[in-house]
């Protein structure tokens, strides 16, 4: 079974349009995250969310919009993309959301997506 | 600014040899983990430490933190071609919500 699920995998689109990228976790954690991934390979926090409620929200342009609808689930839409939002995105879980907690992360296989 | 930096950024060993790498930080932590990621793929958790422990080991994998220094390590013994992934750290702060991750290290194992 497939404990962090993510799709699309590849996603290509021109800039200007709105895509959403979906995650599933099967974990029954309570927080999840989304990161960025660039061509450095280096990962960046994006968005958390716990029980549904956001609870990091880092520099991130608000064309990005997470959604949780319920606690295994968090959606990422990015309005009017650009050429910069080029990258990976991993959505992640983790049992909760304390960093001092010894919380194992627990990663999705990652949306590749381009922006043309 | 980042808090984990790694060292080095990328490391080409034969198989069967050890591999060595090094993650620094720049703040007090609660604990630190390393991932592992391979290519195309999620990151896979391989281990954590805590600020109270100095060493800790998982079958090939030792892992030392020195907090004095801020810095950890991780090694690798008798590598293997299988092993050729990215490693990274990240460090967990108490208080805080997120972890660090650091810039990677990009091992090869050669057959």
């Known amino acids: 079974d497939t404990a962090v699920s993510q799709t699309p995998k590849y996603l290509v689109t021109q800039m200007g349009n709105d895509k959403s990228i979906k995650c599933e976790q099967n974990?029954?954690?309570?927080?999840m995250y989304w990161y960025k991934q660039d061509s450095k390979k280096f990962l960046k926090i994006m968005f958390s969310y716990n029980n549904k409620e956001l609870i990091i929200n880092e520099t991130v342009p608000n064309r990005f919009s997470p959604k949780s609808p319920d606690k295994a689930h968090l959606n990422l839409h990015i309005n009017s993309l650009e050429l910069g939002d080029s990258a990976v995105y991993f959505c992640a879980s983790s049992q909760d959301q304390l960093a001092s907690r010894y919380n194992e992360q627990f990663f999705g296989p990652g949306t590749r997506l381009t922006v043309l | 600014s980042q808090q984990g930096e790694e060292d080095p950024q990328a490391l080409s060993i034969q198989e069967g040899e050890n591999a060595t790498m090094n993650c620094s930080y720049k703040?007090?932590?609660?604990?630190l983990q390393w991932y592992r990621q391979n290519s195309g793929r999620g990151l896979v958790h391989l281990i954590l430490?805590?600020?109270?422990?100095r060493e800790k080991h998982s079958g090939r994998l030792r892992v030392t933190l020195d907090t004095s220094k801020k810095s950890s390590s991780l090694l690798i013994t008798a590598s293997r071609a299988a092993d050729t992934a990215s490693y990274f750290c990240a460090t967990g702060t108490s208080g805080t919500y997120k972890y660090i991750f650091g810039t990677g290290t990009r091992l090869k194992v050669l057959a």
């Open positions: 430490i805590r600020s109270n422990e």
């Open positions: 703040t007090s932590i609660n604990n």
């Open positions: 974990l029954g954690h309570d927080t």
